[in-house]
């Protein structure tokens, strides 16, 4: 069982999970960290679900990166990138991507981050 996160919302590459077990789909349907949520584009449910994860566990890695991309996707990027910023403050951790490709979670905020830098020049 593994956490699977909808990060691809947040930049153009696959990304992460931490690689604590957790229940890919409870009796009840709930998923804790909201990758279906994500994936459906029903980014009030994900965030409720992520906001709830967050209060029982604030250095919850997966759910900072999956809240951040709710964040993004609903155009709250300054918030985004303070959850992004927790993440990389927090110990680099080995996730999972939603494809099954390991990814460490510092990389994962990084490359979140730069993927909403905007650069002008002349």
């Not at 449910?45 to 250095?59: I, P």
């Amino acid at each position: 069982m593994k956490k699977i996160i909808a990060f691809a919302a947040i930049c153009a590459i696959p990304a992460a999970l931490s690689a604590a077990p957790y229940p890919v789909a409870e009796p009840t349907g709930y998923d804790p960290y909201a990758a279906d949520a994500i994936a459906r584009a029903d980014y009030s449910v994900a965030e409720e679900r992520l906001v709830r994860r967050l209060d029982a566990n604030g250095s919850d890695i997966s759910a900072l990166l999956n809240l951040a991309a709710v964040m993004t996707e609903t155009d709250r990027v300054a918030r985004a990138s303070s959850l992004l910023e927790q993440v990389l403050d927090a110990d680099n951790v080995m996730l999972e991507g939603a494809n099954g490709q390991a990814v460490w979670s510092h990389d994962a905020a990084t490359a979140a981050l730069r993927s909403r830098v905007t650069v002008g020049a002349r």
